[in-house]
């Protein structure tokens, strides 16, 4: 089962900000936090990870509250394109137990 | 980032015959590739893992002799669906991991008809 807990569906206001939570209250000290999203029809896209920092590249920002059990993937302009399925994964790394959970289906509205 | 790439991206067959997918890394080595299967509408589900030079690790429930996979290099790893039948219909993506820190890619996916 996935460790993480995410609101099924979210829209978003095209050029808004999207702020997408993620719970993942049983987290190892290990583990790390990964953001995914799928495109209809396409394999999972690589967004952002983290450990314990807030870390931000071209894509998004990850925020990640200190006690680690909860974070919150910024898009700071949403666009049409980032319409998808958003998933948070909790794991160590090299991917031996990256279990997908339902996601968040982000709708950016125009 | 890493670049991994799948091929076919849609393939229709018919029922009974077999059909082989194929997972390359492109611009890095990768000792471990993970096959998922998506159905319509769900997430994806891991299936197996596969480790170059030796056998796959098949989750619980995922048929290994329905389900081949080979891993003879560090760029290149296949599933055959064998005997395939309707229900065998599905979206099937693999990933290596190829980042700094352990970072899964995804290749693109092969949808996989059987009639």
């Known amino acids: 089962d996935a460790k993480t807990t995410q609101p099924p569906s979210m829209d978003c206001a095209e050029g808004r900000a999207a702020n997408l939570p993620c719970n993942h209250s049983?987290?190892?000290?290990?583990?790390?936090v990964y953001w995914y999203r799928q495109i209809h029809s396409q394999g999972p896209q690589y967004i952002i990870h983290?450990?314990?920092n807030n870390e931000t590249n071209e894509m998004a920002s990850l925020i990640i509250t200190e006690d680690r059990k909860s974070s919150t993937l910024i898009l700071p302009h949403a666009t049409l394109r980032d319409t998808a399925v958003y998933y948070c994964i909790v794991s160590q790394p090299l991917g031996q137990n990256f279990v997908f959970g339902p996601g968040t289906r982000l709708s950016v509205l125009p | 980032g890493a670049v991994v790439s799948q091929h076919p991206s849609r393939v229709i067959c018919k029922s009974g015959t077999s059909v082989k997918i194929e997972c390359r890394s492109l611009d890095f080595q990768a000792t471990t590739m993970f096959w998922y299967r998506q159905f319509p509408k769900q997430s994806l589900m891991l299936m197996a893992t596969?480790?170059?030079?030796?056998?796959?690790?098949?989750e619980q429930g995922v048929e290994k002799d329905k389900f081949l996979i080979n891993h003879a290099s560090l760029t290149l790893s296949t599933l055959t669906v064998t005997s395939a039948h309707p229900e065998d219909s599905s979206f099937y993506i693999c990933s290596a991991a190829g980042g700094r820190t352990g970072e899964l890619f995804f290749g693109e996916g092969s949808r996989l008809t059987v009639l």
């Open positions: 596969s480790n170059e030079g030796s056998k796959a690790t098949y």
């Open positions: 049983t987290i190892s000290g290990n583990e790390y």
């Open positions: 983290g450990l314990k």
